[in-house]
């Protein structure tokens, strides 16, 4: 076949990338936060570099850093310091001498220091030639102006040394910054002060150690001031004051697929200590149950080589161990708190409480009803409310993510592709990681150790609140008075016997009534210590009740003052009160904390569907598995301003006594929970096929302590309701929310409704 046709071969031309020089202030001041991650990379220069010491000296405009490190020779300034992206250190993997794990990788962190000054000047020394110093200058402006990045230039020269270095080192590194873009106040040294000692961690034991590299490395600030010192110690002790401490490893197990497991070790101060495995990845199930972000994948393989960490947490609510203060304690950790994460030894500057990393304040604000991660015969209820907030936790952990990019990365892979890969990398921006998969695992595994630390809590807490239940009641104590008082009868005027008589009488309702509140009120800590409400209740009845039966004692010891014959036995009676409201007391400060975490709480327009899920889900065990049938509602639509525990206290409550009336009446039962709006009036309705209540009568029912139905025994130790106090709690929090709560006239089938209503402003 011939065809005539034009030919047109199209010559292909080849063309150059250039690089603007405008990217070295893009890879520098630009990226930078703040003046302690500019100096933080030459800090971390300096460790590279295998030094010992590095002196940061403030002068009037000019910043220095000098390390006695093993400096540059002339090819390595050019080949190295000269050339930006160079991945020499990555490559490298440990330092020369003391074979530390290199921090740097990126060949961009010198220019950092744009953010500090204008002007650069470096001196180094090499410890392979002693004998010459190179100096170099560059001005970062006219750098950045050049136009091409190559046409971008350093003056330097070589000669003889000019001065030591730190520690009278004839090798190292001395780099001063000029024309300062901050002016420095006392207050911005000391806060760099402290930022740069947090960058190592700050405490070290036996695992920590592990991961301690190389070498001693010491970072002294100039302007330190003599409060440094008192700094360092106090927190050290403060850091000391934990309540319990999490330790975890997370290893390598097997490999293609590669597959780890964390082993976790929780010690609780002064008693026991547990500990847990688990896997990474976790099952799909158990990574969607901690991540409410349903779509997040974990992965099907390990994407974490290695990883240590250490988490402590405080309880800074009462007195505290070497004399500290409750208060600079608790500043301490506002300040510093959180758990922060170390790359190969040095902190990364966005892992702490600003970045909630872990999501530690929501998870408490939310405060689920159950740890949800937790296979179900591990769950204790509440479990969540000992999730620690940022202020209560300091955590270090350690990862090292040029370790990571070997371990990920195939021997053949080009630099490049290691790059893109998932793995646990830094940021260019120096100051976070990389949001991939494998930083997802990374939280995976923090979250999941304080999962478990908050469930051994809630467990301590209940068994704590059981032995609390089993102290005699009062009026077992009082019971006997009479039966004592009886047998002096014959010794008394009969004046004095029957005052007492009626005195002792009083005494042992008023008891009675005590120690049945005091049970009810412990069974139910359990339901309500999640949502937080038992607390308001708490603080304003039973503080209350705590006070009368301490009248209660108080009487009886009068009374056994003015009646030598029955004093003694009256005084061992009095004592046994004491006891108890001791222990009553100590009820009231297992839950102080609920009240602390109350006020962290978010006031919010909750979504109802949301909070009538989550609600319906934390009942799930009370109510017995009798379904909840809700009717369409729409999802835009949204309670009242309020907090999100309280919402689901007063909806977990009006489920159990709906699921109670059901198991009362003894048919199987329906509970049904619908919506509808009539203008600007909204309603909840919660109506089941229980036992009903007299609705004429049905407003006493919201009164404290007031209650129709007889809960047996068995299912109040269930936690599941019958103190009376619950729909006081829910009266309450419905008023809170400027919303209506009463019992309504149910539809057919149901024996009862309850109506929550509240109005929009148009
Ligand atoms: N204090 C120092 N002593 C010796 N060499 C140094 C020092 N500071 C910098 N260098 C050399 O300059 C190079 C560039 O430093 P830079 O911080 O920009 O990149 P990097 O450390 O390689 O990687 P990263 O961008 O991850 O920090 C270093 O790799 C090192 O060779
Ligand atoms: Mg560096």
Redesign the pocket.
Known sequence: MERHEVMTVAKKHREHFTVDSALLRELGERLVGAPYIALA?LI???Y??DASHVDIKFEDDRIDVS?D????DYG?FRD??MRVG?P??AREEFSRNLRRPLT????????AVQFLGNQLEMR?TSAREPLKQLTATVNWREAVQAGELTSATALYEVGAPTASYPGGSPSG?TISIEGLNQTWERTDFEKLAREIWFLRPPFSDALVQQAEPEGSFDVHLDADRPDKRAFETQLRRVLDLWMARIHGVVKTVSEEPRRSMTHLVIEFQGSRATSEKYDLPPSAEEASQLFDDAGLDLGNESLIDGCQFEIRIFDLRYKQRFGIKVKEARDYLQEHGGVHVYDGGFRIPFSGPEADWLGLEIAHSHRLETTRLLPAALRVSAAATYLPTNSRVFGAVHIDTSKERRAAHRPDASDSEAEYSDHLQIQVSRDRLVRNRAYEQLRYVVIRALEHYATEQAKHRLEDIARIRDVQSPSEAVDSALEILSHYKSEMSSEAYSELEVAIDDAVKDARQQAQLQQDLASQLAAFASAGSLTLVYDHEVSRQIVGVERIARKLRRIARESPQTSAELEQIAADIDQWVLSARGIRSLVRHLSEVESRDKMSRYKLMRVLDDAGEGARYLTRGIPLEFSAIPDEVRLPRGLYAGWIALFQNLFVNAANAIIAQGDPGRIAVSYSVHGNRHMVRIQDTGIGVNLTKAESLFEPFTRNLKIPASRRALAAGGTGLGLTIVKMIANDANADVRFVQPDPPFATAVRLQWKERP
Request: proline share 0%; no cysteine.
């Open positions: 990379e971390k220069n300096s590279d570099a390390d490190g093993h400096g540059m390595e190295r310091w160079s020499h250190k740097g990788s990126k060949g961009v962190g010198r220019l180094t590194t």
